[in-house]
């Protein structure tokens, strides 16, 4: 008995000097599953190696992260990502070929801006562009005031091209612009608009181009001219637009026209999606589908959150996806080359704005196949992913459900003939 007591006065003694055990929150987490095509990719967050390569699974704490991959024969993959505790994350990078090559462009004076197959580049002169696709491209150089030169230039790897050239000022004969549609500070009701007028020289003989540059806020695309007359559809922003054609006369002297200031009377949608190429025959196609899986395109122009302008099936565009206000989930983005008709190939480019702020600019994408029904995967360009998420946009990696992702699938090759 005196054994018991004495062994139950221990315990007690002894929960009372530990003291009774505490209750801790657990720990706060989000899943992160990370592949890439190909696959091996070294996979860096926040810096510092995971020393894990793709296709992996990663657990990791809520909050912004930055996520780098890196393959050899291939361009680093970056990004930024939000999560909160409990998410999912899912992340399919595609990796992008390093080329080993190189175009420097150099003129005098510098600060001409450079455009690659009718893309432009971002880049300023002087420069130096790496990472081209080997082959041929179309480069212009431009700076206002001065000529804009043209190069067909063939990029080959390990050997570097060199662009010198000094910019001259324009003298006759060179284009005049009359344009007779839209006038200056005109308003609009709706983003699609008419762009219509006559080009010469400013001797008065036949202006002989078959194209014209038409600058976008800034942005430049080529519109086709027939016997001197342009009749073009271009997609505006809300609010104040400013329109600038130019173009090169016969000894390469540019002319320009006057800037045209244009209004957009409208909300700009929360969403916005800006498709334009290079070729005058290609028939490239805007594809967007929505949180809830459906799809957005030539042959289903209006859905219930967004619908798609026009269809331009005959070179340039632009073809625009708008969203007035964007339901939370996964917005995918697409394009397909539906003919390339006599065009040997076609370069695309994709502009994304948030509430009328351009936020980023994909390609120019190289397309040299084109399938008429969507079935040839080499027709595709996966552009990005929009996500919504607490009244908020965001460019991302996230994957929509797997429902929407098998609808995806087969919408792409069961698109309708025009």
């Known amino acids: ?181 839209p006038y200056d500070q005109q308003s609009f009701e709706d983003n699609e608009i008419i762009v219509e007028g006559y080009v010469e020289l400013d001797t008065g003989d036949p202006y002989t181009g078959e194209t014209a540059i038409i600058s ?67 028939d490239l196609d805007l594809h967007a589908w929505n949180p809830a899986g459906e799809h957005c395109f030539y042959g289903n122009p209006i859905i219930s959150d967004g619908f798609l302008d026009i269809d331009d099936v005959q070179g340039y565009g632009p073809e625009t996806f708008a969203v007035e206000t964007a339901n939370a989930g996964v917005y995918i983005i697409e394009v397909n080359c539906y003919s390339l008709d006599s065009d040997p190939y076609s370069d695309a480019s994709i502009q994304v704005f948030f509430d009328g702020v351009l936020q980023q600019t994909f390609g120019p994408h190289h397309f040299i196949v084109d399938d008429y029904n969507g079935t040839d995967p080499a027709a595709w360009w996966e552009v990005c992913t929009i996500t919504v998420s607490r009244g908020s946009c965001e460019i991302s990696n996230d994957k929509p459900t797997p429902l929407v992702r098998e609808k995806i699938e087969f919408d792409k090759v069961n698109l309708p003939k025009k």
């Open 216 to 282: 976008i806020n800034g942005i430049d695309s080529e519109i086709y001219v027939n016997n001197g007359y342009y009749y073009q559809t271009i997609s505006i922003a809300a609010g104040e637009n400013e329109l600038q054609l130019r173009a090169n006369g016969p000894n390469g002297d540019t002319g320009v026209s006057d800037i045209i200031t244009v209004y957009g009377n409208f909300t700009a949608p929360e969403i916005e999606v800006v498709l334009w190429w290079n070729t005058p025959t290609s």
């Open 1 to 181: 008995m005196k054994k018991i007591i004495l062994l139950c006065l221990f315990s007690l003694s002894l929960l009372l000097f530990t003291g009774c055990p505490e209750t801790t929150e657990p720990d706060e987490s989000a899943t992160l599953i990370v592949e890439s095509i190909p696959t091996g990719a070294t996979i860096y967050l926040d810096g510092e190696p995971a020393r894990i390569v793709t296709p992996a699974t990663i657990e990791i704490d809520p909050g912004t992260h930055q996520l780098r991959l890196e393959l050899t024969g291939y361009q680093d993959y970056n990004v930024s990502f939000s999560v909160q505790d409990g998410d999912i994350y899912e992340i399919l990078a595609m990796m992008d070929v390093t080329f080993n090559t190189s175009l420097s462009v150099i003129t005098t004076p510098s600060g001409a801006s450079i455009y690659i197959d009718g893309a432009y580049s971002n880049y300023f002169t002087p420069a130096v562009i790496e990472n081209l696709v080997p082959g041929y491209h179309h480069i212009r150089i431009y700076k206002p005031g001065y000529n804009e030169v043209v190069y067909y230039v063939n990029i080959v790897e390990n050997v570097p091209f060199y662009i010198v050239e000094d910019l001259f000022y324009p003298v006759p004969p060179y284009p005049v612009f009359n344009v007779t549609d």
